[in-house]
């Protein structure tokens, strides 16, 4: 069967799209509203995008009314943002932190989301999540109606028992980070792993 997302079946790209790439890691991005509470909401549209320089993007689209959601807002103002990263144990509060709130509700006071100050930036992280991204932004792209926020990552926070510290490496063995599979209430766990070596 055959889909044309350029035509009749346009209205179903995000549905279709976001059902087959997939598992996709999921950005939990804490951000500073105006008044300095903070915002937290997750992102599946999200990935890293290179080491020379370390880059990670991430795409919040739009409220129903084509206004920028609070995260995109933020980032374009401030030029700051943390992607914490999900294990299960946060999945469901993860979720939670999905609901629309006005501007300026925070998502970490309403649930009692526990925050840690970052090292180089003036958003914290959320102290539970088993990693954080601190990043600034690099670029914000608006392609149609996608909007593509590139940052740079400054600092990264790692759990103390998922890194191998004489190797400077993350414990796969440990580190199971939740993903997203598809559409609307879909995730796998990862800690079903196994290696395929590669030819040398």
């Known amino acids: 069967m055959q ?8 209205e179903r790209a995000y549905q279709l799209l976001a059902s ?3 598992p996709r890691p999921i950005a939990w991005v804490t951000t500073l509203n105006e008044d300095g509470s903070v915002n937290a909401a997750p992102f599946s549209f999200f990935n890293v995008l290179g080491d ?17 959601k609070d ?10 943002f943390v992607i914490n990263l999900v294990d299960e ?6 979720v939670h932190t ?6 300026a509700v925070s998502e970490t006071e309403k649930e009692g989301i526990a ?20 990043c600034v932004v690099h670029d914000i792209r608006e392609i149609g109606n996608n909007r593509l926020i590139i940052g740079l990552v400054h600092r990264i926070h790692v759990r103390d028992e998922l890194v191998d510290s004489a190797q400077k490496r993350i414990r796969t063995d440990l580190y199971h980070p939740v993903g997203r599979m598809a559409v609307p209430d879909w995730y796998c766990r990862t800690s079903d792993q196994y290696a395929i070596p590669r030819p040398r």
């Open 3 to 10: 889909f044309d997302l350029c035509g009749a079946d346009a």
């Open 20 to 22: 087959l790439v997939c």
């Open 71 to 80: 995260t995109a807002r933020n980032c374009q103002r401030s030029g700051e």
């Open 115 to 134: 925050l840690s100050p970052g090292s180089t930036i003036a958003v914290p992280i959320i102290t539970n999540a088993p990693a954080a991204l601190e």
């Open 98 to 103: 999905s609901a629309s709130l006005p501007y």
């Open 89 to 94: 144990a946060l999945g469901q509060l993860m």
């Open 52 to 68: 020379d320089p370390p880059m990670v993007m991430f795409c919040p689209g739009n409220r129903e009314d084509g206004s920028p």
